[in-house]
């Protein structure tokens, strides 16, 4: 089975060589029963890591069931490993936070292509420890654990048990137990190999080794090697990807971190915070971007506005409007000579002094057509607009904004009251729906009558201040746009050199598409802003991570004995830094809503939480914790077997 040809090894300690092996050769056979023994220092235990494929020998040959493996990868190693050898350590090495069922069937995790828990239970019975399955380590005796390690030890069938003092730990009861467990698997056909300092053990064995100084010093046969031939075992299915890992990574990941529910708290601290402020950042981008659109649907995305513009005269700029005045004519020409515009409407604005019985407000008064409740989403909730024969008749009525309302009459119902617009009477015919401010503008506080009356009856104008143009749909704007400067133009006279300051056109679509680009920027920014922390909090998971490799590198080592490859420890720690990550990921989700909902209600402001942004901030923070659990897992990965294993 085993065949060791002038093996040495040597380590470098500082500026010293020290060899731990000179030239060992010896075969030891299947079904044998081989005793190790020697003082401190002798080589007996280097001589046992190199029997069970956790160290490499400096030179020399070592070939197992004809194969020489002085050669193979680590990986390759641990698959031989999991695949032929089992350990029972003289620390036991069993993991704290899983019990004892769960750490005897550890080893399959990296070998069975499905856990076999009901085998692991048989072994547990087999070892007397059946009652105590789902008991912890740190609720069972010395004894008790090393006979969990035993059972462990043969979960995957091995060939040969290799056991490093395995009584050095236990008292003379357990002692006597444990060899009685080891005696029986070597009748079995299990080939076991002890390393000991203890003269009744060595007795116990059917050949004793003694060694010294790093050669084997007698090699004595005490009881003759049973001829009994063990049933061959198939060999394990090579190792593939299973969801099945990702699982019990993912789980054993989440137990650890829960051994240690500060440390963890305060590392996911970061990821959460994160989390939270880019949920709540976006939530008040995405708000704001609602209520830009809200304020500007009322005036349609295929809505113009005309107004006259400032000319350069001489050099000299003169005041807007002083030589392109444009007038209700203008209106009328633009709604019958422009094929592509669906109604124009011309208004003119000013303030007023508005009273009623002993109540007075000063209010902006605007002269509109009949159009404009349709084009502004301005049809009063309470009463009528004024019609078209209203507005030739140059009628004394008017509709209310809501601020109006509430300075001038309170909770009454004001429709059909007469008011005084600077002196003038008018009767209210219809109040306007409420818009609320917007900045320092209070749209409610407005007062809208017809234009012919506002023109010729109260403000004394002869032109109109503006023109609203609708255009049949939102694809002809553009062509509206200039087809209206061209009349304007054409009806003004404007000279070559001056066409294009004569008037100010501007396409309500451009300043919605201009108003939303800047609320998307602003959102990305705050968003980019709080992402920081998210970063923050990648930096504490890696250090977490570093801090948990050092205080686990025993049990590192444990699992590359029993077989795992490096891709399977750095699958372990990553999922540990997923579960910290994702974990801190959901909690944030959580916070940030709170913090959405308590900014709604005490601000007022509009917030919008969009499922797209609990994905974005989610899988950013998975990928957070991935990204900055690689390197800790990556050095987790790299360590040496036995270097993890003596790690103190």
Do not use: C
């Not at 299947?30 to 490499?56: C, E, N, Q, R, Y």
């Not at 116990?204 to 080794?209: C, G, M, N």
């Not at 051994?259 to 708290?265: E, F, Y």
């Not at 919605?512 to 602003?522: N, V």
């Amino acid at each position: 089975m085993i065949e060791l040809s002038n093996i040495t090894k040597s380590y470098r300690m500082g500026d010293q060589v020290v060899t731990a092996l000179k030239g060992v050769s010896l075969k030891i056979e299947d079904g044998d029963f081989v005793a190790i023994m020697g003082p401190s220092g002798s080589g007996k235990s280097t001589l046992a890591h190199i029997l069970g494929l956790l160290d490499v020998p400096t030179e020399g040959a070592y070939r197992l069931n004809g194969r020489e493996v002085s050669g193979l990868s680590e990986d390759e190693l641990a698959v031989l490993r999991r695949e032929e050898i089992g350990f029972i350590f003289q620390q036991f090495n069993l993991l704290p936070r899983i019990n004892a069922l769960e750490n005897v069937a550890l080893p399959l995790l990296y070998s069975a292509p499905e856990s076999d828990q009901s085998y692991s239970m048989k072994l547990l019975e087999r070892v007397g420890l059946g009652p105590r399955s789902h008991h912890r380590p740190n609720e069972l005796s010395g004894g008790q654990q090393q006979r969990v390690a035993i059972a462990r030890a043969l979960v995957n069938r091995p060939r040969m048990i290799l056991a490093d003092e395995p009584t050095g730990n236990l008292d003379s009861k357990s002692e006597k137990e444990i060899l009685g467990i080891l005696e029986e698997l070597n009748q079995s056909g299990i080939t076991i190999i002890v390393v000991t300092h203890e003269e009744e053990v060595g007795a116990s064995a059917k050949r004793l080794i003694r060694m010294r100084d790093g050669v084997v010093q007698s090699d004595v046969r005490q009881s003759p090697l049973s001829s009994d031939p063990r049933e061959t075992k198939p060999p394990l299915s090579p190792p593939r990807f299973r969801f099945r890992d990702v699982i019990e990574h993912l789980s054993q990941g989440y137990r650890t971190l829960a051994g240690n529910k500060i440390r963890t708290a305060l590392s996911m601290l970061g990821i959460l915070i994160g989390v939270a402020a880019v949920i709540a950042m976006l939530a008040l981008g995405n708000g704001a971007q609602k209520a830009i659109a809200d304020q500007l649907s009322s005036l349609g995305s295929n809505l113009i506005t005309l107004r006259a513009g400032a000319m350069r005269i001489g050099g000299v700029f003169q005041e807007a409007g002083a030589t392109t005045r444009i007038t209700l004519e203008d209106v009328a020409a633009i709604n019958a000579q422009i094929p592509s515009v669906k109604e124009a409407s011309g208004s003119v604005t000013g303030r007023a002094q508005v009273t009623f019985k002993n109540k007075n407000w000063s209010t902006g008064v605007q002269g509109a057509a009949p159009p404009y409740a349709r084009i502004h989403a301005a049809v009063p909730e309470q009463g009528r607009f004024f019609n078209d024969d209203e507005t030739r008749a140059r009628a004394r009525v008017a509709v209310i904004g809501m601020t109006v309302v509430r300075q001038l009459f309170g909770e009454s119902n004001p429709i059909g009251e007469q008011i005084k617009i600077n002196k003038v009477a008018f009767q209210i015919i219809g109040v306007l729906p409420e818009k609320g401010s917007t900045g320092w503008r209070d749209q409610d506080d407005i007062l809208i009558i017809p234009i012919t009356t506002a023109m010729h009856r109260l403000l004394g104008k002869l032109y109109v201040d503006s023109v609203d143009i609708e255009a049949k749909s939102a694809e002809l704007t553009n062509t509206v746009q200039d087809s209206v400067r061209e009349l304007m133009e054409s009806r003004k006279r404007i000279p070559e050199s001056m066409k294009g300051e004569a008037f100010d056109i501007r396409n309500m679509a451009d300043i919605q598409a201009a108003l939303t680009e800047s609320s998307k920027t602003m959102s990305a920014l705050l968003a980019s802003i709080a992402a920081i922390s998210l970063l923050v909090g990648g930096i504490g998971i890696m250090n977490i991570m570093l801090v948990s490799v050092t205080e686990r590198t025993k049990e590192i080592g444990l699992r590359k004995a029993i077989g795992a490859r490096r891709f399977d420890i750095l699958m372990q720690f990553l999922a540990e830094s997923v579960v910290v990550s994702g974990i801190g990921g959901i909690a944030g989700i959580i916070l940030g809503w709170l913090i959405t909902l308590a900014l709604s209600s005490l601000t007022g402001w509009n917030t919008t939480i969009s499922p797209e942004s609990v994905f974005l901030a989610f899988f950013f923070s998975a990928f957070i914790g991935m990204l900055f659990g690689i390197y800790p897992a990556r050095k987790a990965s790299l360590l040496h077997p036995i270097d993890a294993l003596r790690y103190e």
